[in-house]
């Protein structure tokens, strides 16, 4: 009788691993072709966006973050330093590193914020979708990526695509929080008031929530674009190119300077995306 | 990879006292096997308390010469390019050798040469025997990233023989027609081959034997020229089997004589471990449970390893 006490039952055990297991395989010698598609179609898709970053030569890039830091900070000191980090990441020799990199956090973010702005507008909407979204998105950000990682790279093979996708689903989610979030702490007196004006759903929606929650969408956006650059070197265990794979091969072998230096450029990156949309967003409040 | 870490960071912190014995775990299935059973032999024989740490090749060997971990069952001696210094000047001790009878090299599904008619798969690449071979078959293996090229699944980066599996694509003159690809981690390129074989597709990649891998899946090894010790560094020849040594840390080795005897004597091979290793994927066993039934199969190894009132020990354990 104590045992019960002390030891959780082995009676009640339920093996859960099996169909999991089960339902792996099955998609794996079913959906294949399904998965291809997938897989064919985001393909296309990153390339589209590494050859757009490709094109931009490296003085034009450095260029273009000195005028947007400026145009957000107002401080010509603000853009020389960030120039100069920028510079700095080509100097110890990972400029192109870097550009393999922004292909995929750009391509990420792309496709989160296709998902996630329309699901951050229906889940302001609705109390009942809310209410199963919000522990999807708990288990997404949660959720230990190797998990399915592994799974992502049987299905959509090796390389940037499983990359993209798991950077998606972690990214994901504070993009769609947000946005609802943000939405829904719109003065209900304001709304009151366009209605009484005669506003349709949609103008109420798109003339006065929306602007009036764009701060709140914006950090939202700046959070995602965080959470992707997280995910760099988790992605390079699957085989995805650029600073990730430089971490990951210092650390396999043992060379820490190496992983340093394009730790140090992930850290750049960082900053000089999260200092411009932070900007962007102030400058909208 | 963290966790590894801070598993590591936790445990070195606890692991003053001596009594408990603690294993480097790898990942890879044959030395998480060959952990199991001297754990087993530790505790039943020698009354041992025992533990294992998880880590990458670097982290766990790092805290190997430092003694947070005591000993590696199955070290993979060329791909650590310290290890042969650190014996030399005696930062580790080596014990013995577990087995060296294993294989490395490039792998394909036996299919892609042989047609599987039971699947409904043609052969892709029937005159493929070679690794030189693969110059004609780039369009079986296309990198889905790259159309122009095919694609290698090559070694993880900073084991030795990525380095020599790089200079082989070169010297066959592979890279004008592959890119070879760092699969960036051990289950990344597991999960490729065993994603590939279930679909049916055509894959080339770098593995070795014995795994789960190569017992559950039948993989081909694509032919190299015979080995040749001058030639092997360069990529011009095929592998040697690597020496899979008992290592451990000296502290350790002076703390427990009677245990390092027994694993100064521990040794296996090849073709045990991978039936083990196919028990474990056929019942899908627990490590312990296939040390527990490796030790009653094969009897005999129980003599040659111990003492006879130790391996007695053990004997009346199993019974049990």
Same mark, same amino acid.
């Given at each position: $009788? ?24 099955? $998609? ?28 931009? *030569?490296?003085? %034009? ?20 330093? #960030?120039?100069? %980090? ?7 020799? !990972? ?16 496709? /989160?914020? !296709? @998902? ?23 288990? $997404? ?9 592994? *799974? ?16 998606? @689903? ?59 650059? /997280? ?13 990730? /794979? ?6 396999? =072998? ?32 | ?38 754990? #087993? ?53 080596? !014990? ?22 039971? =699947? ?7 005159? &493929?025997?070679?690794?030189?071979? %693969? ?47 760092? *699969?960036?981690?051990?289950?990344? %390129? ?30 081909? &090894? ?99």
């Amino acid at each position: $009788m104590h045992k019960l006490l002390t030891v959780f039952p082995e009676d009640i055990y339920i093996d859960i691993k099996a169909p999991i297991d089960k339902f792996i395989n099955f $998609m794996l010698q079913n959906w294949s072709p399904f998965f291809e598609a997938v897989s064919k179609s985001l393909q296309l898709f990153l390339n589209a966006i590494g050859s757009a970053v490709n094109a931009i *030569p490296w003085w %034009l890039l450095i260029i273009a973050v000195f005028f947007a830091s400026y145009k957000v900070s107002k401080k010509i000191s603000t853009s020389i330093l #960030y120039s100069a %980090l920028l510079f700095f990441i080509g100097v110890i020799g !990972l400029f192109d590193m870097m550009y393999a990199t922004l292909a995929i956090i750009i391509a990420s973010v792309i496709i /989160s914020l !296709l @998902i996630g702005l329309p699901s951050g507008i229906v889940m302001s909407a609705s109390k009942k979708i809310s209410i199963f979204a919000v522990p999807v998105l708990d288990t $997404m950000q949660t959720m230990p990526s190797f998990v399915y990682l592994i *799974p992502a790279v049987m299905l959509l093979g090796l390389g940037n695509v499983p990359a993209v996708i798991a950077t998606t @689903i972690y990214a994901l989610p504070p993009v769609i929080r947000l946005t609802s979030h943000g939405i829904r702490q719109v003065d209900v007196e304001v709304v009151e008031a366009a209605k009484a004006f005669g506003s349709t759903k949609m103008q109420i929606l798109f003339k006065v929530q929306i602007p009036q929650a764009l701060p709140t969408i914006m950090a939202g956006v700046n959070q995602t674009i965080m959470m992707a650059i /997280s995910m760099v070197v988790t992605c390079s265990m699957i085989g995805a190119t650029g600073l990730g /794979s430089e971490v990951i091969k210092g650390i396999n =072998r043992l060379e820490s300077g190496r992983g340093f230096a394009a730790g140090i450029a992930i850290v750049i990156v960082a900053i000089i995306l999260d200092r411009l949309t932070q900007g962007v967003f102030k400058k909208n409040e | 990879m963290l966790i590894c870490v801070a598993a590591l960071l936790i445990s070195s912190g606890c692991t003053q006292q001596s009594e408990k014995i603690i294993f480097g775990d790898v990942g890879w299935d044959s030395m998480k096997f060959h952990n199991a059973v001297a754990m #087993y032999i530790a505790e039943t024989a020698y009354d041992l308390e025992t533990e294992e740490i998880s880590g990458s090749t670097p982290v766990t060997y790092g805290a190997l010469k430092k003694g947070d971990i005591h000993l590696y069952m199955e070290t993979w001696t060329d791909n650590i390019p310290a290890y042969s210094g650190d014996v030399q000047s005696g930062e580790l001790i080596e !014990l013995g050798v577990n087995y060296d009878d294993n294989i490395q090299g490039l792998y394909v599904p036996r299919y892609v040469v042989e047609g599987d008619p039971s =699947r409904g798969i043609e052969p892709l690449a029937p005159d &493929l025997k070679m690794v030189e071979d %693969l110059k004609n078959y780039k369009d079986v293996f296309t990198d889905p990233e790259d159309a122009s090229k095919g694609r290698i699944y090559g070694s993880i980066s900073g084991w030795e023989i990525d380095e020599i599996m790089r200079k082989k694509v070169e010297y066959y003159g592979l890279d004008e027609f592959y890119n070879y690809i760092d *699969p960036g981690s051990d289950a990344a %390129l597991s999960a490729s081959i065993a994603g590939a074989y279930e679909k049916g597709e055509p894959i080339v990649a770098y593995y070795w034997e014995p795994t789960w891998i190569t017992g559950k899946y039948d993989l081909l &090894l694509l032919e190299d020229a015979p080995y040749e010790e001058s030639l092997y560094r360069q990529g011009k020849c095929e592998c040697p089997s690597v020496r899979l040594t008992v290592c451990a840390n000296p502290q350790f080795v002076k703390d427990n004589p009677e245990f390092v005897e027994f694993l100064s004597k521990y040794s296996t091979s090849s073709e045990l471990t991978s039936k083990a290793l196919m028990y474990i994927n056929e019942n899908n066993a627990e490590y312990a449970d296939a040390a527990k039934w490796f030790l009653v199969e094969y009897d005999n190894l129980l003599d040659e390893w111990l003492p006879s009132d130790k391996a007695e020990l053990v004997r009346g354990e199993l019974l049990k």
